[in-house]
């Protein structure tokens, strides 16, 4: 009779792994690009992300507890504004042995899924977990292929779900109440359904398992608000045979309906939904495709592209909008969406630009309705923080790159009225004392730093220019002439009252006597915490001089060179001889991965320390190199003609790419803080694209300008497939033996395209050799316009 039950069972399974074996991802990824992780960072976080629900857990396979903001919570498994689960264990065992699925010898990072590895020496098993996110799902799969490498083997498989129906950060504010999750099995789908007691939040979960055999279930007391629950089964492994075990976990913060619905549709559409992502990531790399010497760089622009999907987070009552970062900022920001969205569209992800702006102004106009624009909202919709001084102005310039590349009036219509609301916000109610420089929290969060600041004054500057060309598209010529006006006065300002000759370089802010010696009295305690003498000597030197010469008026401080000094030249503001004075200062404030975010956290060993940022237990930026500052400083670089300079900052943040999180880039350098980060995209995308590559857009006119200003030493590069509007561009670009070719190709052949050279370099001339269209000459440049699908320009120097 047992012998007979086997055979049965043995039947079933064989079935069932027939059946199954075109969902096999490891076969239908066979191609994709993947990176694998170090083992010594196997327990530090990764992230499986899709648009509605994302897993985060540790690269070994854990689910430890992670993350501040929600304190040990931000990791696990996430249906925004609702967690679903704090994770699941997965184990294999019988009476002498036990393998759990929590210590992974190898991680791999793929676009569209992750994949731990896991050998069991004991049965000769290696085991591989696969999970991936469907696209527009609140679901996940977890799939294991289980290779018996031994022979005919009975063991129990045993999945352990901890719920953890609980709303997401403020959610207090929104009267999203935890309750203690209550489990039941139910026998129709085989799954455990899962519901919060006070609220419609559902958690789904369960395999495809089909034997003819009651599966065990068990579930297990916590103390907490959370649920344990398990599925147990017996696989018998046959002998040199791969057998496919699918799991699902599936949620809805409405009803159980919902929950289910996605359930079945996870189960239906294991292969089909896995290759729709893959295909759409295929996509996604194919945009802004690019080709260069440094393949590092190559490697890192191509996953950036997937970095930047991962962030997309949608909640269709609230809307859709890119987060900042994981796992402790997966909500939405204005600013850093303001730098992100620019590099969006540089790499044709226009739908995540669109929908972001959308969000944003409907959430500032909701909360604010002044123009003002909100810089941080959970995703139940309660704002944390109605919009630091910096992010209206920048707003402003966002919506005018934006039409650049779409050159959609309607697009400037919409949110023009919000633009003119805030620009009249940020001058009426910020500018106590009528000097043009508004009051208030800009970039740098430090307790104090609320007067003048340089960023909020250099995007304000730079927000009246663009908005000024937004007046004048829209036939406000007089709006328009005053935005103008206003701007050259501002900028003018910016290079006189803000500049400083004593430390060549832009002060951190203006303001009194009393606020400065405040703040250099927290900045020397800070300094001597971290055991930085030059930056207390220089903090005391300057608290004797105000102390020496006291002034009655508010007046230009450098105190702590932080990176927003050079927003002058970010925005290409700054005189040029200020301008090449300032940016060699800052090569003062790097280390091998950037640029520091405060200055005065350097020391002189800062040139030579690359290994992992020791971060403090409580969250902090304190001694920080990030990302963005980099990023500043490459724009910086190229905006005044060093992309030699631009290159060396972009390489500095390329070290820290998959440095603790394959195919990542960290928020602070090389692996602290956000584990993927929005505004990564800013400091690759600008200065690559559009200043490198020289693709500067004007879609308003079916137009697109050529200007390149390529890094020294790459000899050959290409970028393929930039989408402008309707129409995608293509630039090729190479010199050898004292030639360059520039090719540019086009889709729509209605566009002008007009190619720039300059006649000359430093000491080298630029002869034409060969031109498709005959070029025309004026005092500096070589120019090329033309409306042809393919142009190209040989020139001999």
Not at 692 to 706: D, L, R, S, V, Y
Request: glycine letters at 6%.
């Amino acid at each position: 009779m047992r012998i007979l039950l086997i055979l049965i069972l043995a039947s079933a399974l064989i079935v069932s792994c027939s059946q199954k074996e075109n969902t096999n991802l490891n076969d239908l990824s066979i191609g994709s690009t993947s990176i694998s992780g170090k083992k010594e960072y196997l327990t530090s976080p990764y992230v499986t992300a899709g648009n509605r629900v994302y897993i985060v857990g540790h690269q070994d396979g854990s689910f430890p507890d992670l993350g501040w903001h929600i304190k040990g919570e931000m990791g696990g498994i996430w249906n925004h504004p609702i967690k679903l689960m704090d994770g699941f264990d997965i184990k294999f065992y019988d009476a002498i042995d036990t393998l759990h699925l929590d210590k992974a010898k190898s991680f791999t990072n793929y676009p569209m899924a992750s994949k731990f590895n896991y050998h069991w020496e004991k049965r000769n098993i290696e085991i591989e977990r696969w999970q991936y996110i469907p696209d527009k799902k609140q679901g996940a799969v977890i799939q294991l292929i289980i290779k018996n490498l031994g022979g005919e083997q009975k063991l129990k498989l045993k999945f352990t779900g901890t719920s953890d129906l609980r709303p997401t950060w403020l959610g207090e504010r929104t009267d999203m109440i935890d309750g203690k999750d209550q489990a039941i099995f139910d026998q129709k789908f085989q799954a455990w359904k899962v519901k919060d007691s006070l609220n419609p939040w559902h958690t789904v979960y369960g395999s495809d398992l089909e034997f003819e055999q009651e599966s065990r279930t068990n579930s297990y007391p916590t103390k907490d608000n959370t649920s344990i629950n398990s599925l147990e089964d017996t696989l018998f492994l046959f002998a040199g045979e791969t057998h496919i075990v699918n799991y699902y976990v599936a949620g809805s913060y409405t009803s159980e309906k919902d929950a289910i619905d996605t359930y079945i549709a996870l189960k239906e559409g294991v292969n089909s939904n896995f290759s729709s992502k893959l295909n759409r990531y295929n996509e996604l790399a194919n945009q802004s495709k690019l080709s260069i010497p440094d393949k590092d760089i190559e490697e890192a622009f191509e996953w950036l592209k997937y970095n930047c999907d991962w962030l997309v987070r949608k909640v269709p009552e609230i809307g859709t909008g890119i987060t900042a970062g994981i796992p402790d900022y997966p909500w939405w920001f204005g600013v850093d969406s303001e730098y992100a969205l620019k590099g969006y569209m540089a790499i044709g992800q226009t739908d995540a630009v669109y929908e972001t702006i959308r969000l944003l102004d409907s959430l500032s106009e909701a909360t604010n309705g002044n123009g003002r624009i909100v810089h941080e909202v959970s995703t139940n919709g309660a704002v944390f923080n109605k919009g630091n001084i910096n992010e209206t102005p920048q707003f402003a310039s966002l919506i005018w790159e934006v039409y650049q590349w779409n050159g959609d009036k309607d697009f400037l219509i919409t949110y023009f009225p919000t633009i003119k609301k805030g620009l009249k916000w940020l001058m009426t109610e910020n500018d106590a004392n009528n000097n043009l420089f508004p009051d208030g929290y800009g970039m740098m969060e430090i307790h104090g730093m609320d007067s003048e600041m340089i960023d909020v004054a250099a995007y304000t500057q730079r927000a009246f220019v663009d908005a000024s060309k937004i007046a004048h598209e829209l036939g406000e010529n007089e709006l328009s002439e005053e935005y103008s006006l206003t701007a050259n006065k501002i900028k003018q300002k910016i290079n006189s009252e803000f500049w400083s000759d004593e430390f060549n370089s832009y002060a951190d802010f203006i303001g009194t006597d009393e606020q400065a010696l405040h703040l250099i009295e927290d900045a020397i305690k800070r300094a001597e915490t971290l055991n930085k003498p030059w930056a207390v000597e220089e903090l005391k030197a300057t608290k004797t001089a105000i102390l020496k010469n006291p002034s009655a008026e508010s007046r230009p401080f450098v105190l702590h060179h932080n990176w927003v000094v050079n927003t002058p030249m970010e925005m290409n503001i700054a005189d040029k001889d200020k301008a090449e004075k300032a940016l060699k200062t800052t090569e003062k404030f790097v280390n091998p991965f950037g640029v520091f975010v405060t200055g005065i956290d350097r020391d002189e060993s800062a040139g030579s320390d690359d290994g992992s940022f020791k971060g403090t237990k409580v969250f902090s930026y304190t001694g920080a190199v990030m990302t963005l500052p980099t990023s500043v400083q490459a724009v910086a670089e190229n905006n005044y003609g060093n992309p030699d300079k631009a290159l060396n900052y972009i390489q500095r943040m390329t070290r820290t790419f998959s440095y603790a999180f394959p195919g990542s880039i960290y928020e602070v350098s090389p692996d602290y803080g956000m584990i993927t980060q929005a505004w990564n995209i800013y400091g690759f995308a600008v200065p690559i694209v559009q200043q490198f590559f020289g693709i500067k857009p004007q879609a308003q006119n079916k137009k697109i300008i050529i200007s390149p200003q390529m890094p020294e030493k790459w000899d050959n590069a290409s970028i393929e497939n930039v989408i402008v509007s309707d129409n995608s561009i293509s630039v090729h670009y190479s010199k050898s033996n004292g030639t360059l070719k520039l090719t540019v190709d086009q889709k729509n052949p209605e566009w002008e395209v007009e190619i720039i050279m300059p006649k000359s370099k430093g000491k080298t001339t630029f002869k034409i050799i060969k031109s498709t269209i005959q070029p025309v000459t004026d005092n500096e440049n070589i120019i090329v316009k033309t409306k042809s699908k393919s142009t190209e320009l040989i020139l001999k120097y």
